[in-house]
Structure formats: structure tokens, C-alpha cells
Nanobody, 123 residues
Framework: QVQLVESGGGLVQAGGSLRLSCAAS????????TGWFRQAPGKEREFVAA????????YYADSVKGRFTISRDNAKNTVYLQMNSLKPEDTAVYYC????????????????WGQGTQVTVSS
């Protein structure tokens, strides 16, 4: 069982940066792949980025590639999403998710979810 808690969301102007954190419980978190997803009002939840177990491999949605960076610190049981050059279309609730096994890009393939953190980018 893994419990996930996101933090770091907020209001930022276009072009600004935020760093989201996903803190996980459980001593075996390093054996889980972790993903970030987001959901804007009236839209379906979409994949943003994911990072595998050690050795860490990363995967990004085209819409965020080059602007967002996912990383993990297994000693702290935490995964981060550094978001730079934010755009109004990045506005959404951002969710952290984890799965035991290889990296995946579809939400239904993840077993554990956090409660989400709101990111709002003003123009």
C-alpha cells in the first residue's frame, strides 16, 4: 500500500515556474514507477510525465516536453515535477500516481493516487 500527498501548487503568471512534490509513504517506494497527470475543468485527465524505478527513465507528454522535468529522491520517498515556462493552458489539478512495475502513460494503469494540487497560470 502506498499513500501519496501532493504539494506545491498555486497561482503563477505565465512564464513563471512551480515545483510540485509528491511525498509517498511506504518503505518500498523505490520499486514503484510514478507519474504526474492533470485534469482541467471539463476535460479528461491527461498524462504529463512519468519516471520509472531505478535506474530512472523519464517520459513526457509532448505538450510539456522541454518545459517540465520529473525527478525522484528515493531517500526522501518523494517525486518532483519542476514546471518552467508555464502557460495558461497548464492550468489544472495535478495528480501524482504510482504503480508497482514499469513506467506507463495511461491513468488506468496506476494503482495509487494522491488528492491533487491546483495549479493556476494567469495570462
Amino acid at each position: 500500500q502506498v499513500q501519496l500527498v501532493e504539494s506545491g501548487g498555486g497561482l503563477v503568471q505565465a512564464g513563471g515556474s512551480l515545483r510540485l512534490s509528491c511525498a509517498a509513504s511506504g518503505r518500498t517506494f523505490s520499486s514503484y514507477s510514478t507519474g504526474w497527470f492533470r485534469q482541467a475543468p471539463g476535460k479528461e485527465r491527461e498524462f504529463v510525465a512519468a519516471i520509472s524505478r531505478l535506474p530512472s527513465t523519464t517520459y513526457y507528454a509532448d505538450s510539456v516536453k522541454g518545459r517540465f522535468t520529473i525527478s525522484r529522491d528515493n531517500a526522501k520517498n518523494t517525486v518532483y515535477l519542476q514546471m518552467n515556462s508555464l502557460k495558461p493552458e497548464d492550468t489544472a489539478v495535478y495528480y501524482c500516481a504510482a504503480r508497482p512495475g514499469p513506467i506507463r502513460g495511461l491513468s488506468y494503469e496506476y494503482d495509487y493516487w494522491g488528492q491533487g494540487t491546483q495549479v493556476t497560470v494567469s495570462s
